[in-house]
T-cell receptor, first 118, second 112 residues
Framework: GAGVSQSPRYKVAKRGQDVALRCDPI?????LFWYQQALGQGPEFLTY????????KSGLPSDRFFAERPEGSVSTLKIQRTQQEDSAVYLC????????????????FGDGTRLSIL | GENVEQHPSTLSVQEGDSAVIKCTYS??????FPWYKQELGKRPQLIID?????GEKKDQRIAVTLNKTAKHFSLHITETQPEDSAVYFC???????????FGTGTKLQVIP
């Protein structure tokens, strides 16, 4: 596939359970972003990877949120001890950058994972 | 950090009329401004973007203008069609790695 792929598309979990959300970026894309989108709101930045390096995790709401991209391709967002306020759509985006200081490249989004915490 | 404000939150227009959505940003270092269209339950899709060295860009019925001095940018859709109905998000990129800050969205309804 040519686009960003996310799985699962829908996830229902009970409060207190751990969840793992997967993102397959476009092949060759160096940059990978995770966003959280609450109902009726714009996406909010969570974290950013350049290859396998997590360069910014300032948007993660708490230490229950953890993201990794060990081989610089697929990324996983893990939420431990889920709470009801974690219910949202989690979007992944990737982009191709040319290097430090190069012109910005557009981000391509996946369809997201809709997470519902009961 | 960057703060992006977007207006209006909802917009209804008659088919064939024009629609304008306005955004302001706070970080003068922001240098790239994409616009995304998001249909219900779907991914945000890039529809047009503009870089800070350009004042205006047009792609068929869609145009974007940027005023760096005033730190605002706008999306213009002409000859609107029902399929233009969606939520539109403006965004601004700052920082060395394209950190995106989104506006709060505008729900556009085109009435046939």
């Amino acid at each position: 596939g040519a686009g960003v792929s996310q799985s699962p598309r829908y996830k229902v979990a009970k409060r207190g359970q751990d969840v793992a959300l997967r993102c397959d970026p476009i092949s060759g894309h160096v940059s990978l972003f995770w966003y959280q989108q609450a109902l009726g709101q714009g996406p909010e930045f969570l974290t950013y990877f350049q290859n396998e390096a997590q360069l910014d995790k300032s948007g993660l709401p708490s230490d229950r949120f953890f993201a990794e991209r060990p081989e610089g391709s697929v990324s996983t967002l893990k939420i431990q001890r889920t709470q009801q306020e974690d219910s949202a759509v989690y979007l992944c985006a990737s982009s191709l950058i040319e290097g430090q200081g190069a012109s910005n490249q557009p981000q391509h989004f996946g369809d997201g994972t809709r997470l519902s915490i009961l | 950090g960057e703060n992006v404000e977007q207006h209006p939150s909802t917009l209804s227009v008659q088919e064939g009329d024009s629609a304008v959505i306005k955004c302001t940003y706070s970080d003068s270092a922001s240098n790239y401004f994409p616009w995304y269209k998001q249909e219900l339950g779907k991914r945000p899709q890039l529809i047009i973007d503009i870089r800070s060295n350009v004042g205006e860009k047009k792609d068929q019925r869609i145009a974007v203008t940027l005023n760096k001095t005033a730190k605002h940018f706008s999306l213009h859709i002409t000859e609107t069609q029902p399929e233009d109905s969606a939520v539109y998000f403006c965004a601004a990129l700052s920082g060395g790695y394209q950190k995106v800050t989104f506006g709060t969205g505008t729900k556009l309804q085109v009435i046939p």
